[in-house]
């Protein structure tokens, strides 16, 4: 009787953290996990025993939403916070908050924080909530902006005065991924062997280093080491700031998708909060000895948008080798097999970009598809594969797993999606011509297309005119198509004029140019 009296109460009669424990209770239907105790054992894992241990434990990224789930054991629910399996392979958690679902610290004393490798570990507490703080492992002379600053006054510009090293560095998205174009060339430089020391820059120490390589942690010693002695430098975003070539060194700026929605210079819509990055760009492109572009439609584009007069090779994009090599259906086949998909079923890839408006605002980007609807209509011969952009944090209708549904945000590389896809259905995002290329169909998903073009990026390419596949307004429409089954890819004259050089060797036109001394 009090919890039927409790339910009936208006919430506003529930305090917030209450209402918010009920609302996570109705919607997963079990006791909160209460902990008393949390431990570091000699592995490395958090420990944490109580009362009401679950079977599992969810682990909600606070910023991205990206979700992790630990078992629960006899002893409690150990954390592995540098082993989490991830489509095979075991990596750290990500840096950022992590909270811990459906659980309540009812402990006296919190745990020491813990350096793990790359990474420190802290356990923090808000009232009984409990959460898990990650972050980079820097040494004391790397932490803060002003020891930031000694570094780059000293450290860096001592090194650039030292003699340039048989070195190339990669940094992808920033640091955050070893992927896209620089990781193509970096295979084909391994692949040839030409004596280089090959080193990838990473955020936060998330990704395991690549074959051949070793990574070096952004705003370490050794980063700044390798940025003032490498020969060559390649990125597809923008170097840091501070960075200052060299003479002697080669920098070699990919960039990361053929330009749907607008870019740089050219996006004229939410100016204000585009004054930093623009700042960036006017510090960064002058330094391009090279810049790639995948086709003569993209080369004035990316001119104009980066202000870039430099040498520009229309080579093809380095990433889309693996859709046109001819192993490229061993390779699918393998990477089905790490994603657990059943050989006779139809695989759907849905991967939205992301929108420039709510990531400025801090708001979460809800799933546009209604995968409920797509469960009813494709679950007995489909598989939905989901992807958010990485820019984008995670808002309602994103779907937990299950048979039909897969959350493959966190895989490391997005063309080995595209090579396990059957049909890619995306909304501005320039994999819609990466995937057009392998002559599979597209699916144009925009229910907000007048939005996004006008008031949120703007858009290059008229989808209304010329779309590598249907172009559809409504989630119904999206899986009414899916279910009767697109068939067709893009037309002829499409793939002319966006995939011209899309013949699985553009790798190795960019390293006979721009290693061609070595």
């Not at 061993?330 to 990531?359: G, H, M, N």
């Amino acid at each position: 009787m009090p919890v039927l009296r409790l339910l009936r109460w208006s919430s506003a009669h529930v305090p917030a953290p209450a209402r918010r424990a009920l609302a996570r209770l109705k919607e997963h239907g079990r006791a909160e996990f209460r902990i008393d105790q949390a431990a570091w054992t000699a592995e490395g894992d958090l420990l944490l025993t109580g009362s009401r241990v679950p079977q599992s434990l969810v682990l909600r990224h606070r910023r991205t939403g990206r979700e992790v789930t630990v078992p629960g054991t006899a002893e409690g629910v150990r954390v592995p916070c540098t082993r989490i399996l991830s489509f095979g392979e075991e990596i750290p958690l990500a840096s950022g908050e992590w909270e811990l679902r459906d659980a309540r610290w009812t402990g006296r004393r919190l745990p020491q924080k813990r350096v793990d490798g790359l990474h420190v570990f802290t356990p923090v507490q808000r009232g009984t909530r409990f959460f898990l703080s990650v972050a980079a492992h820097h040494a004391p002379d790397e932490r803060g902006p002003r020891a930031q600053e000694r570094l780059q006054s000293g450290h860096y510009a001592g090194r650039r005065a030292l003699p340039l090293l048989d070195l190339v560095v990669f940094d992808s998205m920033s640091g955050r991924a070893a992927s896209c174009n620089p990781r193509a060339i970096h295979d084909e430089l391994l692949r040839r062997d030409l004596g280089l020391d090959l080193v990838w820059i990473s955020a936060d120490g998330q990704f395991a280093a690549p074959p051949g390589a070793e990574v070096v942690l952004a705003g370490s010693r050794a980063h700044y080491e390798v940025m003032a002695r490498a020969r060559y430098l390649v990125g597809n975003v923008r170097l840091p700031r501070w960075f200052r070539k060299r003479e002697g060194q080669t920098y070699l700026q990919t960039w990361h998708g053929t330009p749907v929605k607008h870019l740089g210079f050219d996006i004229a819509v939410l100016p204000d909060r585009r004054e930093a990055a623009f700042a960036h760009i006017r510090g960064d492109t002058p330094q391009w000895d090279y810049l790639i572009s995948p086709s003569p439609y993209a080369t004035p584009i990316l001119r104009r948008a980066y202000g870039f007069e430099g040498e520009v090779l229309e080579v093809g994009y380095p990433r889309n080798d693996t859709l046109h090599r001819p192993d490229r259906e061993a390779r699918a086949a393998a990477v089905r097999a790490r994603l657990r998909l059943p050989e006779d079923k139809k695989v759907v890839l849905y991967a939205p970009t992301w929108r420039d408006d709510l990531r400025f605002s801090g708001t979460a980007q809800d799933l546009a598809l209604d995968v409920a609807d797509a469960r009813r209509a494709l679950d007995g011969d489909h598989v939905l594969l989901v992807r958010a952009h990485r820019n984008a944090r995670k808002g309602g209708g994103w779907p937990r797993p299950d048979g039909f549904v897969r959350d493959v945000t966190a895989y490391p590389d997005m063309a080995d999606l595209l090579l396990a896809a059957d049909v890619l259905v995306t909304d501005y995002s320039s994999t819609m011509i990466d995937f057009a290329g392998t002559g599979r169909p597209v699916v144009v998903f925009a229910p907000d297309l007048d939005h996004y073009r006008d008031e949120v990026r703007g858009l290059y390419l008229d989808l209304e005119e010329k779309s590598p596949g249907p172009l559809l307004r409504t989630s119904g429409d999206v899986v009414a198509a899916l279910r009767a089954g697109v068939e067709h890819g893009a037309a002829e004259d499409f793939l002319a004029e966006f995939c011209p050089f899309d013949d699985g060797d553009a790798s190795g036109r960019v390293i006979e140019h721009v290693f061609k001394g070595m």
